[in-house]
């Protein structure tokens, strides 16, 4: 069976879970959350953009999404304590928020640091999974060679008004389908070349259901 | 796309009813079902996403929400009708308007309309024995912290323990391992305060259980005391972790020093197989930017395995 699933029809499903969700324009993926259901309900999580908040919310956006197996259903309330800590410590005025690991070494918390890092949607959600997991959630160093089109940032910069040279310093040029697709696997960290392989058969879905 | 419940008072006392004149009587049972069906959708819904609307032909109360969260409330009432429901909301509304429902003197129907699909609520409500909540099977004792103070007169034994001494033979025996217990007493014959992991029985008479967990400074009690009574306050495992991020924070923004003192004790007090998931998880999200610190490393990793362990078990 493919896993996609559009999240407003989600509704068979009796564990909870945590899926990586995606609001598409056609067959292109512009946004990613976190979709999440708990108790019965399901809610969205998510950072809309500088000068927004983190919101969690009741779901509203019509999404897709696929559950990631690397979350236990007993370990969605972990989850969703820690999305509020970020929340509660977020400083979206300037769009800085911190990785989800709230305190360097020495104990100092993160958010009292002006070493900001400027936030894309996709930028939240990887951080709440590298804070969440022991593991790094991404092979990083996978993602930082320049050959990854940046069509993605240049939208959201003209989008949200921003100066794209200073988001490039921190974007790891990682677009809101690969994460979507890193919800396929389970080994930590995940691999650039996984993810593209699963890319062509994810485009054929939203392809077909576009149509 | 949209789900809609409806309640439709057809008879009262074999007399057809319409909204335009209504007995007291019907008023009565009708405004009481109204309101239980508000109160339904709204333990679960948004009151945003809801759309109620009452309409003529017969007394008709219908409710509107987005598919998703009406399919839920329709699943949660369908096991209340099975006497399987542990949702308190629900299947107290659901009681009143069962009791309506039953009545001979009044004619209702209960829909439930999912696309083009209509299910009939009202003869299965009718059939079914009154709605009650399902009490969760619980187990017979629960697992909570707690910290008790005595005097420490006495310690070893093949299976470790010591004894809190409070006079007239009144004692109590808190189990702990060999090595706590080699840590413990140099503590002999002091009035010490200790945090323990308390098995609770609720049978009556049956003494409680004590885990050892740490030795606390006598400074750190009442800061502590105050964070386990509101972590035991909240019953939903979100709000508790929240409180226990919280609290954290709370002391690394006092001090660094602080914040590493009162950590380093929660992984030790959090380290049972006993506890949820959830609870160890949150703490090694927490505590993960200090894995590889000294003092950390070994309490941190033994808090790991229990985690992993509990993993595979769950």
Redesign the interface.
């Known amino acids: 069976m493919f896993e996609i699933t559009r999240s407003?029809?989600?509704?068979d499903r009796i564990s909870d879970f945590v899926a990586l969700g995606n609001l598409v324009n056609g067959a292109v993926s512009y946004h990613s959350a976190f979709i999440i259901k708990?108790n019965?309900?399901?809610y969205e999580i998510h950072y809309p953009g500088p000068g927004e908040g983190i919101e969690i919310e009741?779901?509203k956006g019509d999404y897709f999404h696929k559950i990631t197996d690397t979350i236990?259903p007993?370990?969605?309330?972990?989850f969703?304590?820690?999305c509020?800590?970020i929340q509660?410590?977020a400083n979206p005025e300037y769009g800085f928020f911190y990785s989800g690991?709230?305190?360097?070494?020495?104990?100092?918390?993160l958010s009292n640091q002006d070493i900001g890092e400027v936030m894309t949607c996709v930028g939240f959600c990887i951080n709440v999974m590298k804070?969440?997991h022991?593991e790094d959630y991404l092979e990083f160093t996978d993602w930082q060679s320049e050959s990854q089109s940046t069509k993605y940032l240049e939208e959201y910069c003209k989008i949200h008004n921003l100066d794209i040279d200073k988001i490039r310093a921190f974007h790891r040029r990682i677009t809101p389908r690969e994460f979507l697709i890193s919800g396929f696997y389970n080994n930590l960290p995940i691999e650039k070349k996984e993810i593209e392989k699963k890319e062509p058969e994810v485009q054929e879905y939203f392809e077909t259901i576009s149509n | 796309?949209s789900n809609k419940l409806e309640i439709i008072l057809s008879q009262a006392n074999n007399q057809p009813v319409k909204l335009a004149s209504m007995s007291s009587d019907a008023l009565d049972s009708f405004l009481k079902v109204v309101s239980a069906l508000k109160a339904i959708t709204e333990s679960?819904i948004?009151k945003e996403?809801l759309c109620f609307s009452i309409q003529e032909g017969s007394a008709m109360c219908a409710v509107e929400a987005?598919?998703?969260?009406m399919?839920?409330i329709y699943e949660?009432m369908d096991l209340a009708i099975q006497g399987k429901s542990d949702d308190k909301e629900i299947t107290k509304y659901l009681r009143i308007i069962q009791e309506q429902i039953k009545k001979e003197s009044f004619a209702y129907q209960f829909k439930y309309k999912e696309n083009a699909n209509t299910i009939n609520i009202d003869k299965s409500l009718r059939n079914a024995k009154k709605i009650t909540v399902k009490r969760k099977t619980r187990e017979p004792y629960q697992y909570k912290l707690k910290i008790l103070s005595g005097y420490l007169n006495q310690i070893g034994g093949q299976n470790p323990n010591y004894h809190f001494d409070y006079g007239l033979k009144d004692s109590i025996t808190i189990d702990c391992s060999k090595h706590d217990a080699m840590n413990v007493i140099n503590y002999l014959y002091q009035d010490v305060q200790a945090l323990l992991l308390t098995k609770e029985w609720k049978i009556k008479d049956k003494k409680d259980d004590y885990i050892h967990k740490v030795i606390l400074d006598k400074s750190l009690v009442p800061i502590f005391k105050e964070f386990i009574t509101s972590y035991y306050k909240h019953e939903d495992?979100?709000e508790k972790?929240?409180i226990?991020?919280?609290f954290v924070?709370e002391q690394?923004?006092l001090s660094?020093d602080s914040?590493?003192k009162f950590l380093k004790h929660l992984l030790i007090a959090f380290n049972d197989k006993n506890y949820?998931?959830?609870?160890i998880?949150?703490l090694?999200?927490?505590s993960?930017?200090?894995k590889?610190?000294t003092e950390f490393k070994k309490l941190r990793d033994d808090l790991?395995l229990t985690y992993q362990n509990k993993?595979v078990n769950?």
């Open positions: 407003r029809i989600e509704s708990y019965r309900m399901i009741n779901l236990l007993e370990e969605v309330p972990a969703i304590a820690l509020k800590n509660k410590n690991e709230s305190y360097d070494v020495n104990g100092n918390h804070g969440y022991e | 796309m679960t948004n996403e987005p598919a998703q969260f399919n839920s949660e495992l979100v972790l929240t226990l991020h919280d924070d690394f923004r660094n914040g590493f949820h998931l959830s609870e998880k949150t090694l999200i927490i993960k930017p200090f590889e610190k790991f993993k769950v």
